[in-house]
């Protein structure tokens, strides 16, 4: 039997503090213990995405980071992105474009898109399609994903949150 911890993780620029074993998941901790359900639970390999969270500001997969591990880093999930109620223009872009079908992949390919747009305020198409290349989805072809990624790169810039290349 392994002996669970008590430690504290960043989430969402709130510190928290949670109990795990040294082999638990930050994704088991952030949906079970915190109750940010957003990151989801998909293949649990690795392979699709679905659990993508930024760590430091770099898409990481929760379901393969030891929650141990995650402490003293900044941890983003999907629910940290809005602001003040308001949705942060990926998640806006993401409804306009019609890039949510059944929305399972959709936090993941929004926090992917995030660390493009944080890094490349102006990415081409196979930019964009080279960092959403992790994350999986099986229903939209990625076209609308593609534009939802580009019109939000317009709509930062517009509002002034973007660096200049």
Excluded: W
Excluded at 6 to 19: K, P
Excluded at 119 to 140: K, M, V
Excluded at 145 to 159: C, D, G, H, S
């Amino acid at each position: 039997m392994t002996m669970k911890q008590i430690f504290q993780l960043r989430v969402n620029g709130l510190t928290h503090e949670v109990m795990a074993s040294p082999r638990e998941p930050l994704l088991d901790v952030l949906r079970k213990q915190l109750g940010l359900t957003g990151t989801k639970q998909g293949c649990g390999e690795g392979d699709c995405g679905a659990c993508t969270v930024l760590l430091d500001g770099r898409p990481t997969l929760a379901c393969l980071t030891l929650a141990i591990a995650s402490q003293g880093k900044e941890i983003m999930t999907i629910e940290g992105l809005e602001r003040d109620g308001e949705l942060h223009p990926l998640q806006k872009a993401f409804v306009e474009h019609g890039a949510v079908q059944c929305g399972f992949c959709t936090p993941g390919m929004i926090l992917s898109a995030k660390a493009l747009l944080d890094e490349d305020p102006n990415p081409s198409e196979p930019e964009i399609r080279r960092a959403l290349s992790g994350n999986l989805c099986r229903c939209t072809g990625y076209v609308q994903i593609v534009e939802a990624v580009q019109a939000a790169a317009e709509a930062l810039e517009a509002k002034g949150e973007r660096r200049q290349p």
